[in-house]
């Protein structure tokens, strides 16, 4: 049971051309923390079935966890999110198609433009290496690169999928920027959404500092 679950979650994975179309392997309880240049946002699955999923974000700043005397954000969470500057549901309808809604669209306008990008995969080949690049005489051994995978804590060793896309000319500092999307293939990360963004024409990159979610039945 538990390899075909890995199966379709890998499927899905592959296969879906936006976010939002991923959305659907989400569990209640899910949960995941993006640490942006200014700031920390923690992804909430408060409700998840097979007609809807409600989203609960929260932002706050990095200073939040030694302010409060806590010892990580998935706490800070469960604790009700003292001191959040910033806090708002999204709800997901997955019948008879997927559109999402907002209380107040401005607060997360980002996750709502990330969600609707459209997805392309990119080759192995064409794939960030790891390690330092041979010399130009010298056959390249490099493995694709792979970006460090949180879950409660720990850093678990798994590859991940990389998607590029485009971001929309909407006057932020990512308007038309490509950017290069990480999802990891374990069945221990949270499902749908991508743990590292890069851009690869700049040093800009958010990446996922801690997550948690149920764990698949064997």
Known sequence: MKWLS???LLATTLCAATIKERLPLLQTDNRIVYDFQQSITLISVEEANNEKIVLHVVTGTKDLLDRENLSSW???????????????SITITLQPCITISAED??????????????????STSDRKKAGP???VDEPDFRKPWQPPIVVNGTRIPTPSSAFSTTWPPDDTQLANRTLILYFPTSDKAVPAFPYWIESPSSSYHVKVIDSSRKTLNN
């Open 6 to 8: 890995l199966f379709l």
């Open 74 to 88: 998935l706490t800070w969470y469960t604790q009700g999110c003292p001191g959040a500057s910033s806090t708002e």
């Open 105 to 122: 669209p401005q607060k997360v306008s980002w996750l709502l433009t990330l969600l609707n990008l459209p997805l392309v995969p990119v």
């Open 133 to 135: 690049q041979p010399s």
